[in-house]
């Protein structure tokens, strides 16, 4: 059974720069979230992909911007980098089932923007 | 919003040892989730244990369980028989059933856990 996998594992951009991360869901998993993760601190929540749509999100400006697949994989686009920008990018996907969502993570992007 | 609160930036435990690592939050939502996650050094997110607040008892995974007080709003996790594989920093989470918290886990600050042989 395939966890949650992301591409690539390290990425370095300059600032201004466009970046784009990957993600591809567990097995059966249909809903994919995104999380910005600072040294030190605890992940934030940047939003949530479900039927191929944002469900939810996050306090992050709209040069964070996302979408999901079809076959409920997922990408997040981050624009005109800034030197903040530089995190680990965690995904999560889990079942929409109604009333409960148990989030299981992925390896993680590290960015560094220089 | 809810907030979530680690309020033990560290802690320590010799091997084989039992530590407790406490977490409160505030929401004013009447049904949610709790986690807590373990992410050891290579970063990645594991889950440890989950706890729906609408259950009185309380969740256990092996040496893993948790004193969930609702009215207390207090989730703690005690780590039984302590290995050195359980070092890693430990984040308690929440997340809303409904409404605008739905679907968005909220972390505390995180606790690092070092287990001593």
């Known amino acids: 059974d395939a966890g949650v996998t992301q591409s690539p594992t390290h990425l370095i951009k300059t600032r201004g720069q466009q970046v784009t991360l990957r993600c591809s869901p567990k097995?059966?998993?249909?809903?994919v979230s995104w999380y910005q993760q600072a040294l030190g601190q605890g992940p934030q929540f940047i939003f949530q992909y479900y039927e191929e749509e944002e469900r939810q999100r996050g306090n992050f400006p709209d040069r964070f911007s996302g979408h999901q697949f079809p076959n409920y994989s997922s990408e997040l686009n981050v624009n005109a980098l800034l030197l903040g920008d530089s995190a680990l990018y965690l995904c999560a996907s889990s079942l929409w089932q109604g009333f409960q969502e148990t989030q299981y993570f992925g390896p993680g992007t590290r960015l560094l923007v220089l | 919003a809810q907030t979530v609160t680690q309020s033990q930036p560290e802690m320590s435990v010799q091997e084989a040892e039992t530590v407790t690592l406490s977490c409160t939050y505030d929401?004013?939502?009447?049904?949610?989730?709790l986690f807590w996650y373990k992410q050891p050094p290579s970063r990645q997110m594991i889950l440890v244990i989950r706890?729906?607040?609408?259950?009185?008892q309380n969740a256990t995974e092996n040496r893993f369980s948790v004193n969930f007080q609702k009215a207390a709003k207090s989730f703690s996790l005690k780590i039984s028989d302590s290995q050195l594989g359980d070092a890693a920093m430990y984040f308690c989470?929440?997340?809303?059933?409904?409404?605008?918290?739905?679907?968005?886990?909220?972390f505390g600050q995180g606790t690092i856990l070092t287990v001593h042989p």
């Open positions: 989470a929440f997340i809303g059933a409904g409404g605008t918290s739905y679907g968005k886990l909220t």
């Open positions: 097995s059966g998993h249909d809903t």
């Open positions: 706890q729906e607040a609408y259950k009185q």
């Open positions: 929401t004013s939502e009447s049904d949610y989730y």
